[in-house]
């Protein structure tokens, strides 16, 4: 089993891909050392890790810095200041995909997997982390996407 880590900062420059263009996670714990913790992480954290004043990482926020991260490469657009999740919300709840995805994206002629995947992103940037999937039911979920998408 792997253990629990909790990133603070999982945001897409932080992943790399390796030499086969597998997804690596980098800079575990920097975002702690951040002089301006707030300039670093506004965008890619919820509003809740704010919330104490003390800006402390947890699971859930992770999961929402992983949400960010989908609706980037969904969007083709950054993630600044908390802009594209307010803007990609209501896109993907009224499932206008036409107007959210990259125009450099291919346009599969079935997009039921690009609508799961969005409604996933979505669900990991949910206001309430409460609310939230884990990281694991997210993976479980993207494992099965993948299945049916090369079957």
């Known amino acids: ?33 951040a002089a301006n913790k707030k300039r670093v992480l506004v965008g890619h954290v919820d509003d809740e890790f704010w919330s104490d004043g ?26 600044e200041e908390g802009l594209l999740v307010r803007w990609a919300l209501p896109l993907i709840r009224e499932m ?5 995805l990259d125009l ?24 309430s982390r409460t609310s939230r999937p884990t990281i694991s039911q997210v993976a479980t979920i993207l494992n099965n996407l993948e299945m049916e998408v090369c079957a």
Request: proline share 2%; net charge positive.
């Open 1 to 33: 089993m792997a253990p629990n880590i909790v990133h603070g900062c999982f945001k897409s420059s932080n992943v790399l891909l390796d030499d086969k263009f597998r997804a690596r996670v980098s800079d575990y714990g920097l975002s702690s050392l």
């Open 54 to 79: 003390r800006g402390e990482a947890c699971k859930e926020s992770d999961v929402y810095g992983f949400g960010v991260v989908l609706l980037e490469l969904l969007t083709g657009r950054r993630a």
């Open 96 to 100: 206008r995909l036409s107007e959210l």
């Open 104 to 127: 450099r994206l291919a346009r599969p002629s079935d997009t039921r997997a690009i609508a799961r995947l969005a409604r996933v992103a979505s669900a990991c940037v949910n206001n």
